[in-house]
């Protein structure tokens, strides 16, 4: 059975506005039921362990999938996210890969959380997939690999676009935009037509640009460990 550990973010504030932020949840619920049905068995860990900040937003009527009510009608799943396990307990030795949902969390905390950084960097040079989705990809702000590059440096990643972000008038309230990002660390940034599914695998390094593009990027990690 292949393990996948989740790392979600622990940071529910948007910026300086007053208003909540978290994980987005069909980035979340999409990827985790499609590998749970495939018999893969998952972790979840959040910087500071126990109950991540849901997105307020991604639970609005407008926003929800068959995935997503998926989650709501599944009390056993909602008790485990619950309970979620502080990151620094953990090692990447005990999985197969590491997944990242986005939201606009991980732009505050994970993008510069040395444990995430140390656990990434660690399941890149034990030839493990690092996966992640949307605002995910800020995780690769300060990861390197072996060699002290940029660990996206030359690879072809995808992730919310900044038209994406501009369409949500949200380019200044974030404190980077995750395009650029990737462009600066050398990354090789595509996307696909704005809120469609789109998601790249290069090497290790599996990337998707927004919600729609969730269950995408989990098809792709579970293609790239054979499972």
Same mark, same amino acid.
């Given at each position: ?35 749970? %049905? +495939?018999? @893969? #068995?998952?972790?979840?860990?959040? !910087?500071?362990?126990? *109950?991540?900040?849901? &997105? ?70 034990? %030839? +493990?997939? @690092? #996966?992640?989705?949307?605002?995910? !990809?800020?995780?690769? *702000?300060?990861?390197? &690999? ?82």
């Amino acid at each position: 059975m292949k393990k996948i550990l989740f790392v979600l973010t622990s940071h529910d504030q948007l910026g300086d506005t007053g208003n909540k932020t978290g994980f987005w949840l069909e980035e979340f619920a999409a990827p985790y039921y499609f590998l749970k %049905d +495939k018999g @893969v #068995a998952i972790t979840l860990a959040s !910087p500071k362990g126990g *109950q991540p900040p849901i &997105d307020p937003k991604s639970e609005l009527p407008d926003f929800q999938t068959p995935t997503t009510q998926r989650f709501q009608d599944d009390p056993e799943t909602q008790a485990i996210l619950a309970k979620t396990i502080p990151l620094a307990s953990l090692s990447h030795q005990e999985y197969d890969a590491v997944f990242y949902p986005g939201g606009y969390g991980p732009l505050w905390d994970l993008a510069n959380n040395e444990d995430s950084i140390t656990l990434i960097e660690s399941f890149y040079n034990s %030839d +493990k997939p @690092v #996966a992640s989705v949307c605002h995910g !990809p800020a995780i690769f *702000q300060q990861t390197k &690999d072996a060699d002290g590059k940029p660990l996206v440096e030359g690879k072809k990643v995808t992730a919310y676009s900044n038209s994406e972000e501009e369409a949500v008038d949200f380019t200044e309230i974030v404190p980077f935009s995750v395009e650029d990002m990737l462009k600066e660390n050398g990354g090789i940034y595509s996307k696909g037509p704005d809120w469609n599914p789109y998601a790249l695998e290069d090497g290790l390094v599996i990337t998707g640009q927004n919600p729609a593009s969730s269950e995408l990027v989990a098809e792709l990690l579970l293609k790239k460990l054979g499972a």
